[in-house]
């Protein structure tokens, strides 16, 4: 009887641990996205210097504040406002190019701006060591 428990137990733990990692993923994924969201409402409002100021530690150390709002408004400005933004994936990841190893979730927008009816905007937020996300990547192509 105690050997058959034992087997039960097992295959209970077993069969319910990939959903908890799942379910943590999703939840890890979803934070990530909140963070992102805030940030890129900061970006379309122009308010350059302040996306830059709740940006992660990885972004701010690869990029001085003065060129990040020059940069980026050299960029934005030809586009024009955006007129609409809609999910295209997230992938949660540990390692990235160029990046160090850390918690990530890169998320894709397809993004039509005044100007630009087609474009693809990556955002990627990076789990701080305080255990928030901010973003550490910004892209449009």
Do not use: C, H
């Amino acid at each position: 009887m105690k050997t058959i428990l034992t087997l039960v137990a097992a295959v209970l733990l077993t069969s319910t641990a990939p959903s908890f990692a799942a379910d943590q993923q999703a939840e890890l994924i979803k934070q990530a996205q909140t963070a992102a969201t805030a940030w890129m409402s900061l970006t379309d409002a122009g308010k350059y210097g302040e996306s830059w100021e709740r940006a992660g530690t990885f972004f701010k150390t690869g990029i001085a504040k003065n060129t990040w709002e020059t940069g980026i408004r050299s960029l934005r400005a030809p586009l024009g406002p955006v007129k609409a933004r809609e999910l295209k994936s997230k992938e949660y990841a540990t390692t990235l190019p160029g990046a160090p190893d850390g918690e990530y979730v890169v998320i894709q927008y397809e993004t039509q701006f005044e100007n630009k009816k087609s474009a693809v905007e990556t955002i990627t937020p990076m789990r701080e060591k305080d255990g928030s996300w901010k973003v550490s990547g910004y892209f449009i192509r």
